[in-house]
């Protein structure tokens, strides 16, 4: 099972050069100046600390739900409770400084000490810094907070590429299913409002056996997603399709990530080059609870 980061929610009225410390495998991304945050051991750390200015503002942030449903749930960064010692009027800046590797998720814009409707795209880690600055220009620490976002769904299918410019579709195989058929969750059939109903999936009438495809992007990186509430104990298959006419044509290196029960169970990264073409990733084995390559 494949575990993401755990980061460490702090708010920074403590010494500014406090480091968070992260460990996971790989599936992480920071946003902006990634040597904004530091990895190292925290008994390699022989400075003193600074001395905390009694004059400076102080942060403090949170976010609520601390855990949402990628792309369903939205959270709130919540500043309101910054402060001033001397009273005098702060201003807010946050940023998303964190986020997995394929995100598009930005920070809500804004100048208030909350910033709500902040959707996730991808299962995964999320952390937003909070600064804030007094009428006289003088700085708080740092406070940083972290957002997990956690699929609800047995079933939680992310794809994303590299460089924009190349449509990538996701496409996942019911159990013997053929593409580009009803057997096919894929753009033309499956997104939600799609003109063609939906699909209906093993029970007949009972949409918890149904695929959906919540993200579908063309022109950018993804990610796309596919996911079904309580899919059969059956086998799936995972299939990418380079959509013909892209404007990047060389190879493209793609991403799929495959959830089961809310935990990354698989994934992996190829190089996609033909437009045009199909390429298999995995057979999912929901039954066993296994996820072979193909």
């Known amino acids: ?19 968070v410390h992260s460990a996971g495998d790989g599936n992480e991304g920071a946003v902006g100046d990634e040597s904004a945050i530091d990895t190292a051991s925290p008994y390699e750390d022989t400075d003193e600390p600074d001395p905390i200015d009694p004059d400076a503002p102080v942060a403090v942030c949170t976010v ?3 855990k949402v449903r990628p792309i369903t749930q939205d959270a709130t960064w919540i500043g309101r409770d910054s402060y001033d010692p001397n009273d005098l009027p702060i201003t807010y800046s946050w940023t998303l400084v964190y986020r997995p590797v394929g ?37 708080s620490d740092p406070c940083e907070v972290s957002l997990d976002s956690e699929p609800a769904e047995a079933l939680w299918v992310e794809m994303f590429w590299e460089n924009s410019g190349d449509d990538m579709d996701l496409h996942l195989l019911a159990p013997g299913g053929t593409l580009e058929t009803d057997t096919d969750c894929y753009y033309g059939n499956c997104t939600p409002g799609s003109w063609t109903g939906g699909l209906d999936w093993g029970i007949p009438g009972d949409t918890s056996d149904d695929p959906t495809l919540d993200l579908d992007d063309i022109s950018l990186t993804g990610p796309e997603n596919i996911n079904i509430e309580a899919p059969e104990n059956s086998s ?27 935990s990354m169970e698989w994934s992996d990264t190829r190089m996609i080059s033909g437009e045009g073409s199909y390429t298999e990733f995995a057979l999912i084995d929901v039954a066993a609870g296994e996820i072979t390559s193909l």
């Open 103 to 139: 995100s598009a998720a930005v920070m809500p814009s804004g100048a208030s000490a909350d910033r709500s409707g902040f959707t996730t795209d991808l299962a995964g880690e999320y952390v937003g810094r909070l600064v804030v600055t007094n009428s006289e220009g003088i700085d």
């Open 236 to 262: 799936y298959t995972v299939i990418v399709h380079d959509y013909p006419g892209s404007v990047f044509e060389p190879a493209n290196a793609v991403t799929i990530n495959i959830y089961l029960n809310g």
């Open 64 to 66: 609520t739900p601390d």
């Open 1 to 19: 099972m494949i575990r993401t980061a755990l980061i460490l929610a702090i708010c920074t009225s403590c010494a500014s050069d406090y480091k």
